[in-house]
């Protein structure tokens, strides 16, 4: 008994399994995990070590090439990349994209754990971080207010939001950035500290011995253990001065004998730390400045926990902060300064819109086709329910709801009504054909008769799309699941069409005719001409097949021609309304100074009609955890977010035109005289997470850095000149300008100094040391010591740093050491532990194909020294790599395709005449792109690919209904002739439906600015 004869037979059956499947449905689409992209596992580990104060030289030799050395044989390994700057080193492992990171970060640290007693010690332990760009936070708010300094608007973020907003089901992490903190700061008195005989390292360790708590054990009595606890941690702040650091014995200080009235006195007095120094409790050095729209404010970013769902933490948050809100004083606002869940809704919500639409619309061509309203009905009916059963599977494969994978979906329904069209046409039909043998009949041998065709074309689609899971790269990562969602799509939609839509044939009876047959009359009469002209062109072709075919093919060449010459760029370019500015100034400039710049580039980007706010973040606070630390801005960077607002006429690319026009390229240059300008445009949704944008990537390798910067500097003066290139920049730091200090170690020997006292000193003098904390209501506050500002503000007074000798003597530094001023890398970058530099470069106006070729063109007439090398990487790279995996998958597809239609047909050759027609659809898809203006990309890639699938389908449905007509010893041509005219109208209606369903979806997108999918 066949599918269609089971469903027809037992419709209660039928019926329970399909309410079965909507409940299950139901459940899993509110138990599917909600995001913006698909989860992207990118095979990148990050090594991080902190080594607090040392230099990029000593990071460089002392940690980054003993990890590299350790860690570039491990299996799997691309490339290394290493980065050592002041006080941290980070290390880059790049693997393959069908590495398990889980068992690579598993072999990482097996080798790194080999090689930690050969770090230094007062290195941090080293940190591997799993490297995802598009981890991006799912709430941003800002907090501001005009009557509170950013001391208290930072803390009431910490006491209020923090704390709140991390107690939310679902939430990882809520990071505080701005503002201001507090700090209990030792001044030390360099003059009193001499006098005292006190050494400025014995002040901070008396710090850190006092304040502390500590456990003494237990001591048993009777029934009962009583534990023993030291406690001497500060309660109050007065505490602080009153710690001794010095105990001095005044019987034998030398003018004891002398003063006959002090024998009388305690033998023993205490020095105090009050003595020496002023404690003050006051704000630390600010590091970072945030605004917004101009006003100081704090910003907290919220991370989710993996797997969760991002809508439902965002309105859990949302509910959490109009609680608060009630709570907070007045003068406090907060602004919501980014919303994931925004960008979510209108995804999942114009899917969704576009869905019902198309199926209105679809409804509306299968009612001019069929001229039944029943019979239409059904056929979009089934759509819902194969949705649903969809998000089933989805939740079963732990497929996330995301714009690629909904996309999928919408590709799948955009195709499942091609079963039902195929299956519903035929029934009827068989019922026009045999109308005495009844409707049940009709359907049962309806359906049978399409079984092994549709059957067919349906694993063709499976066979299309299945080989996109093995595409590696980006491409593939990102578009895993939607050909995951497609397959699932066209099995489920099969099995419905075999089972439920004969049987509600069945049930809802015979076609009947309808109320609004004249004006459905009325709209056929175009899809009534192409019938008839189509009738009337088939048997002409046929006669002068010879002429046609190489006309067709003229058409085909041409269309090859024009194909090629058009651009190629990785990824869709989207106007996501945002783009960042990004302001570096000299390395070393002090962040006061880095303000003052980046407020007259932020009030220029204020006075935009475009811009609706304008985020601004200049320095970075020191934050202690490793991904603070990676991310840290330097004193010397600002970042400017700039959001358009909605309706903004211009593109976002010719807002950035107008602002490097005014700052590059008129005389406000020199407001911003000497900071460098950069803009990050999010063209690409799957871009935002790199350091830069720029698609045009110059690598550049050799042995010495002067010979690399002196290329870099070639290369930069000679692809400027290009039409089209701006926002030439490279990859070198700065030099860092440092004061040396090299010790004479004999001289410090004789007075008993070492290094590391030496090195201790100067740096608790200079950059101050936090020797311990102050605890307060739950919080820590640094108890920071340094040197007052008179002391230390000027080089000169440095070599008058007293150091205090084991010989109870008192020296000043410049009695054994030297100083040299100049300048040290502040960065040090190696790639596969060779010394590179890259010089990046946008485009405007021009396509990206031409400007690379012209670029290359330059590149070759460049005269390279030996062991030196300048190549184009970047995009370029990216897209050759993609496409070449892409052209690997449709390799499989065509070789899949044609081991399913060999099975079908039972033939070795009649699958090539389908897939010989499958290549002229490009007649087609290069008149849209060319009317569209669109460049080729992988998802113009991946069209073209769901296009040959259709393509193929249509060609088994005709090619297997000739079949059968020659079976019954029908003539070959006649054959042909009368399956064009029968199959012509399902080839139409399945043709018209897809097209009216995507083109929903390419009309919103239209409307929406490219933002959506």
């Not at 006309?551 to 190629?568: E, G, H, P, Q, W």
């Not at 390279?864 to 300048?870: F, I, L, Q």
């Not at 029908?970 to 009368?978: K, L």
Request: aromatic share 8%; with cysteine; proline share 4%.
């Amino acid at each position: 008994m066949s599918l269609p004869e089971i469903s027809i037979r037992r419709p209660i059956t039928t019926l329970m399994v399909y309410v079965g499947v909507v409940l299950f449905g139901l459940i899993s689409l509110g138990l599917l995990s909600q995001e913006l992209f698909p989860p992207i596992t990118y095979p990148q580990l990050s090594i991080v070590t902190p080594y607090e104060n040392a230099a990029p030289e000593e990071i460089e030799t002392l940690i980054t090439k003993p990890i590299e050395e350790a860690v570039s044989g491990i299996s799997g390994l691309r490339k290394v990349t290493s980065t050592s700057r002041e006080g941290l080193s980070l290390v880059v492992t790049e693997f393959g994209w069908n590495q398990n990171m889980d068992f690579a970060s598993l072999g990482v640290r097996e080798k790194i754990d080999l090689i930690k007693d050969r770090l230094p010690r007062d290195a941090a332990e080293p940190v591997v971080i799993k490297y995802n760009p598009f981890e991006l936070p799912v709430l941003s708010l800002s907090l501001s207010s005009s009557e509170r300094t950013p001391v208290q608007i930072r803390e009431l973020a910490r006491k209020w939001f923090k704390d709140e907003l991390e107690k939310v089901h679902g939430v990882a992490s809520a990071v505080i950035s701005g503002g201001a903190e507090e700090e209990i700061r030792v001044d030390v008195d360099q003059a009193k500290l001499r006098a005292a005989g006190v050494s400025i390292v014995e002040v901070s360790d008396a710090i850190a011995a006092a304040n502390l708590n500590y456990p003494g054990g237990t001591i048993k009595e009777s029934f009962y253990e009583y534990l023993v606890r030291t406690l001497g941690e500060f309660k109050h702040i007065d505490e602080v001065g009153q710690v001794p650091i010095k105990r001095e014995n005044l019987k034998e200080s030398p003018g004891a004998l002398a003063n006959p009235e002090m024998a009388d006195e305690p033998s023993n007095r205490l020095i105090y730390l009050k003595d020496v120094a002023d404690v003050s409790r006051t704000v630390k050095e600010r590091t970072s400045f945030s605004r917004l729209n101009g006003r100081d404010s704090v910003t907290i970013t919220v991370q989710k926990q993996a797997q969760s769902n991002t809508i439902q933490i965002v309105d859990s948050i949302k509910k959490k902060l109009k609680e608060l809100k009630e709570q907070l004083p007045k003068d406090i606002h907060v602004d919501i300064v980014y919303d994931q869940s925004g960008f979510i809704r209108d995804a999942l919500g114009g899917v969704r819109d576009a869905a019902v639409q198309g199926g209105f619309l679809a409804f509306f061509i299968l009612l001019i086709f069929l001229k039944d309203f029943k019979s239409s009905a059904l056929v979009v009916t089934i759509t819902p329910i194969t949705v649903l059963a969809t998000f089933t599977l989805m939740y079963f494969m732990r497929i996330s709801l995301n714009v690629i994978s909904l996309g999928g979906v919408a590709l799948g329904v955009g195709m499942l009504l091609d079963n039902a069209v195929v299956v519903m046409e035929n029934v009827y039909r068989r019922l026009r054909d045999e109308p005495e043998k009844g409707l049940e009949h009709a359907a049962t041998v309806g359906a049978e008769e399409v079984f092994g065709a549709l059957v067919a074309s349906t694993l063709t689609t499976v066979a299309v799309f299945l080989p996109i899971v093995f595409v590696t790269g980006i491409a593939g990562q990102i578009f895993k699941e939607l050909a995951w969602v497609v397959v699932v799509t066209q099995i489920v939609s099969a099995v419905i069409a075999f089972t439920l839509l004969p049987m509600l044939i069945v049930k809802a009876g015979s076609a009947s005719s309808t109320l609004f047959k004249g004006f459905l009359e009325v709209c056929a009469m175009p899809i009534i001409f192409i019938e008839t002209s189509y009738n009337k062109i088939l048997p002409a072709f046929l006669k002068r097949k010879k002429t046609y075919l190489a006309l067709t093919l003229v058409f085909f060449a041409v269309s090859l021609f024009i194909l090629n010459s058009f651009d190629r760029v990785l990824l869709p370019k989207v106007d996501q309304g945002q783009f960042m500015v990004k302001v570096d100034l000299p390395v070393g400039t002090r962040v006061e100074f880095s303000d003052k710049i980046a407020r007259r580039v932020e009030s220029f980007l204020q006075k935009l009609p475009e811009a609706e706010r304008v985020s601004t973040v200049v320095g970075s606070s020191k934050g202690e955890s490793t991904k603070e630390v990676l991310e840290r801005l330097g004193s010397h960077q600002a970042q400017i977010v700039v959001t358009l607002k909605e309706d903004h006429k211009r593109s976002t690319d010719e807002v950035v035109q107008e602002v490097r026009k005014h700052f590059e390229l008129s005389q406000a240059r020199g407001q911003i005289r000497p900071a460098r300008l950069g803009y990050v445009l999010y063209e690409s949704v799957f871009g935002s997470g790199g350091e830069t944008d720029a698609p045009i990537v110059i690598e550049i390798k050799g042995p010495k850095l002067d010979g690399l910067k002196a290329l870099a500097a070639e290369t930069q003066g000679k692809i400027t000149s290009v039409p089209g290139v701006y926002g030439v920049a490279n990859s070198i730091a700065e030099p860092f300008p440092e004061t040396k200090i090299i010790i004479d170690k004999d001289r410090a020997g004789s007075y008993r100094l070492s290094v590391v006292s030496i090195a201790q000193a100067a740096n608790i003098a200079m950059k101050g040391i936090t020797a311990s904390k102050f605890k307060e209501e739950g919080r820590e506050i640094d108890i920071r010591v340094q040197l007052k500002e008179k002391d230390r503000n000027q080089l000169t007074k440095l070599a008058s740093l007293v150091i205090h000798s084991p010989l109870d003597l008192e020296v000043p530094l410049a009695d054994f050491v030297r100083f040299e001023r100049g300048k040290g890398p502040s960065e040090i970058k190696r790639v596969s532990q060779e010394r590179t530099v890259q010089v990046f470069a946008k485009v405007y106006g021009r396509e990206l194909k031409e400007v690379v070729q012209d670029i290359q063109a330059v590149l070759d007439r460049m005269a390279v020294s030996k062991g030196y090398s300048v190549k184009v990487a970047g995009e370029s790279e990216e897209i050759r790599q993609s496409f070449a995996s892409l052209q690997f998958a449709f390799l499989l597809a065509i070789i899949l395709v044609y081991m399913v239609m060999a099975a079908q047909f039972e033939s070795l050759w009649q699958p090539f005449i389908v897939m010989f027609c499958v290549p002229l659809s490009l007649i087609g898809v290069t008149l849209a792109l060319w009317v569209t203006n669109t460049p080729i990309s992988v998802v113009v890639i991946l069209g073209v690919i769901l296009l040959g699938g259709i393509a193929v389908n249509n060609g088994i449905i005709l090619i297997d209904f000739i079949n059968q007509r020659r079976a019954e010893g029908v003539p070959a041509q006649e054959a042909a002739i009368e399956s064009g005219r029968i199959r012509i109208r399902p080839i139409l209606m399945t043709a018209f439906s897809s097209v009216i369903g995507l083109f929903v979806h390419f009309q919103r997108r239209r409307i929406d600015g490219g933002a959506k999918f």
